[in-house]
DNA sequence: CCGTGGTCCAAACGATCGTTTGAATCATAC
DNA sequence: GTATGATTCAAACGATCGTTTGGACCACGG
């Protein structure tokens, strides 16, 4: 075997989030991504069934983890009795953050996931419903209790704002490139405090 | 013939932009295409060489416009001697919802650039980049006459987090669904008023 | 030692992809 | 009417897609 402690099955995901990163689902063929983890073409459908449920499992391998981080920090603020808006942000940015930084492969993910959001297929956006959304809900009502002028729809516009925003920055996207002179650890850690304070007055905003 | 008044290039790009929208560059097949746009298959290749430079005429199509009506708005609140902050965003914003709203298929091409946002196609890149870089830097330059507090990285930061976060809004990304009582229009002029609001507390944060 | 179940492999399957071809059809000018 | 150039058409091209097949390989318990 090449990798004696990466099985096949875990060599596939590996190879799948980087295809899906870089040439999207419809876009990234079995064969190239069986090539990349240096398996048998077949070795997909044998472990995995097929292709659609290989997405499933590269999202489901990172969601677990993210939602359930997500949830444990966003206790840990409420747990506090005077906790700040800006507590409830980080505790939502922070793991992602660090998903993006400290996990290998996890800037790679961040980037499958806003293929994700880009992507408008029905069976993608049921699985992140299924995942993201307790943890939305759950945010949604500590964020609206830090923020009693705004009403529900109000609240709602801007968290969805928020999201897609956050999305956005820690795939790296947009149009204004990071220098090279910053590391890629810097960057993050910076689009994460600029995102929690552009979040917070855009949700006090009015 | 078919339509009169729409010829089969125009019918090609129509038909183009809602599949590109629905199913993605890759996803979207020449054939379903073309019998969307009820004309023959090698219409495309006859009309439009490839279906990858099909792509950019799909964007060609649209970005010239918005872009110009981006700069006229820009330089209709630059002729006022004190605009606000707000004003800079809302040239910025109003042409996209504009075309959103007004255009017919506006509010699908919408869709389609943001998922150019999400796919990392380097021909993609260059040609947005090409469209939207001279606009994007022109608003940076009046957005940071009104922001001098901020130095020039910060607020590179926070117009590439509000561009993100636009695209994503006007493209119906996200999460929380609109509700059915409002209508496409209601929801679209809101999202307007909300990501102005938002994106000018952002700006002015700190 | 042989059998059994899990894994891997080369090869092929049918389907669909973007593209090309060459003739049919149309509009226009002489 | 006829020639000319633009457009449309059915059909096929080679390539690539996701998936399936049937046997080879390997580890392990009988």
């Known amino acids: 075997m090449n990798a004696p402690h990466f099985s096949t099955k875990e060599r596939i995901l590996d190879a799948a989030e980087e295809l899906f990163a870089r040439n999207g689902f419809a876009g990234a063929s079995l064969r190239e991504l069986t090539a990349a983890a240096k398996v048998n073409l077949a070795a997909v459908n044998y472990h995995y069934g097929s292709k659609d449920n290989l997405v499933n499992e590269v999202f489901r391998r990172r969601l677990d983890e993210l939602n359930s981080e997500r949830l444990a920090a966003l206790d840990d603020v409420l747990a506090q009795p005077a906790h700040t808006l800006e507590d409830l942000l980080a505790a939502f940015i922070r793991p992602a953050l660090s998903l993006s930084i400290d996990k290998p492969g996890g800037a ?97 905003a009015e």
């Not at 699985?127 to 307790?134: I, M, R």
């Not at 529900?152 to 820690?170: F, H, S, V």
């Not at 947009?174 to 910053?182: E, T, Y």
């Open 108 to 204: 790679t993910f961040v980037r499958v996931l806003a293929r994700a959001y880009a992507e408008h297929n029905e069976r993608l956006r049921k699985f992140l419903s299924d995942n993201y959304g307790q943890a939305l809900k759950a945010f949604a009502a500590a964020l609206g209790a830090c923020l009693p002028h705004l009403d529900k729809e109000e609240l709602y516009w801007r968290i969805d704002i928020i999201a897609g925003a956050l999305t956005y920055a820690m795939a790296d996207f947009g149009v204004i490139k990071r220098r090279a002179s910053m590391s890629e650890q810097t960057y993050r850690e910076r689009a994460a405090e600029h995102l929690i304070r552009f979040a917070a007055a855009g949700l006090r």
